[in-house]
């Protein structure tokens, strides 16, 4: 039976990154949430900003922690699967990820301690500064990471000897053409995504009747955030439209499923990809409509995907796909906020069960648009790891055989199927606890009620 290492190692590593992108899709968000429910109680001193922030702290650590487990596999698989690819590029993402490691990760563990269990051990505006310091540095987490991405997908700033790529501009490799869009798309979308999980368990403790003034404050002030994101979101995904038009032609004629040059372009709504001969099947289609969307001009010209070699095309089918997926899920939530925004005349959007109802049904929209727009970019740079420089085929180890991945999957896929439904199971048990039973513990850690010493001392034992 021949086993191929090069396609095991690319399933095992979707496997691996596509867990773990719902971890940072979830905590760079909730991390901003709680910074903003901590400053509110820093100025007001309410005492319901504080229950809201306990409550999604504990959230927010379980899910720091399984992303800690999760992220950390992925750079070994780059020494284990992908050594070549290590080897050529080392000069250049090594010292990303180390930035990333002493910025962004140093931060979030050394202040989450003064978030988790300080509350009572420092000043207000010590903790407050805590949960800055704990979102700023997811930021610049998703700072690096994304900072890493792109320039595999728009590299720039570098200088190739002896087959190895070196850094001939750190300013260039690091803001490279496709990073601003990249990074404020990501980013904005992690927060959108957030939002929606935040009005489903607002929606949620609402409907149960049991913290409706928690719920309440969590969907009024979600709502508001999203009203603004959600729109600037579909604003950033057109500009990084018209930069992948420009830096990567193919991976946007893939998106589009467009074969043929075109000018002006349709907009291919629906269509079934057939790559073996270069023709898309059964295509619903509006005529001019791709050209005034991609290109901003009704006579803008698609280039096709037969205008590349063929070894030099991307795969169709899971871009194409993807993409109307992650852009239904993006029109639904846009339709979600404004029938939220429009029910908040009278309080009905708290009244309402088909719209709590509905918020509950869209906690997991953000994450099916996060997945569908990772496949979308990572499958259209294919067949690239450095693209148009350096192919996936000669990124994977030269020694790999198709056991020696097969194996670490398996164990990868039972791992995974252990460790994420038993933090799903301890962050669902501390939403039905709410957020004032979280709130009424009144000491989280602090002074013993008498020093050590004074206490009694076992019969026998030494002092």
Not at 418 to 444: F, N, Q, S
Request: net charge neutral; hydrophobic share 50%.
């Amino acid at each position: 039976m021949h086993l191929d290492p090069l396609i095991l190692s690319r399933l095992q590593f979707v496997w691996v990154i596509a867990w773990h992108i719902l971890l940072p899709a979830f905590t760079v968000g909730v991390a901003s949430f709680i910074a903003v429910m901590e400053g509110m109680h820093f100025v007001t001193k309410r005492e319901i900003y504080l229950q809201v922030s306990g409550f999604w702290i504990k959230l927010f650590s379980v899910s720091f922690g399984m992303g800690v487990v999760s992220g950390i596999i992925m750079p070994f698989q780059f020494g284990t699967n992908w050594s070549r690819f290590s080897d050529a590029t080392a000069n250049v993402v090594a010292p990303l990820l180390a930035y990333e490691g002493l910025t962004a990760f140093f931060l979030e563990a050394a202040f989450l301690g003064v978030l988790l269990f300080g509350r009572n051990l420092v000043p207000r505006w010590a903790h407050f500064v805590a949960a800055l310091m704990v979102a700023f540095g997811t930021l610049f987490s998703s700072f690096w990471i994304l900072a890493v991405n792109s320039w595999m997908q728009t590299p720039a700033g570098y200088e190739v000897v002896d087959g190895r790529f070196f850094p001939a501009d750190w300013w260039q490799v690091i803001f490279n053409p496709s990073f601003p869009y990249r990074l404020a798309h990501t980013v904005c979308g992690f927060y959108i995504t957030t939002g929606f999980v935040v009005l489903g368990v607002a929606a949620w403790l609402i409907r149960r009747r049991t913290f409706v003034v928690e719920g309440r404050l969590m969907l009024s002030t979600t709502l508001w955030l999203l009203l603004a994101l959600v729109p600037l979101q579909i604003v950033l995904g057109d500009l990084h439209g018209l930069n992948t038009l420009e830096h990567q032609p193919a991976k946007l004629a893939a998106i589009e499923g467009r074969y043929d040059t075109a000018s002006p372009a349709p907009l291919t709504l629906f269509g079934i990809p057939d790559g073996k001969n270069a023709v898309m099947h059964n295509e619903v289609a509006v005529p001019w409509l791709g050209s005034l969307l991609l290109t901003h001009s009704l006579r803008g010209e698609i280039k096709g995907l037969k205008d590349w070699p063929v070894d030099q095309r991307p795969p169709v089918g899971p871009p194409f796909f993807a993409f109307r997926i992650m852009v239904g899920c993006g029109l639904l939530m846009l339709a979600l906020v404004i029938w939220g925004t429009v029910l908040r005349r009278g309080d009905r959007f708290v009244t309402s069960v088909a719209f709590l109802r509905s918020c509950q049904g869209a906690s997991i929209l953000g994450f099916v648009a996060v997945l569908a727009g990772w496949t979308t970019t990572e499958v259209g740079r294919q067949p690239w790891t450095v693209y148009g420089l350096m192919r996936t085929a000669d990124s994977v180890t030269p020694s790999l055989t198709g056991w020696d991945v097969l194996v670490t999957f398996i164990g990868y896929i039972l791992v995974y199927l252990i460790i994420y439904p038993g933090g799903l199971w301890v962050m669902a048990k501390i939403v039905r606890h709410g957020p004032a039973a979280l709130g009424d513990a009144t000491i989280e850690s602090g002074r013993p009620m008498q020093p050590v010493a004074a206490l009694p001392l076992a019969e026998g034992s030494a002092p």
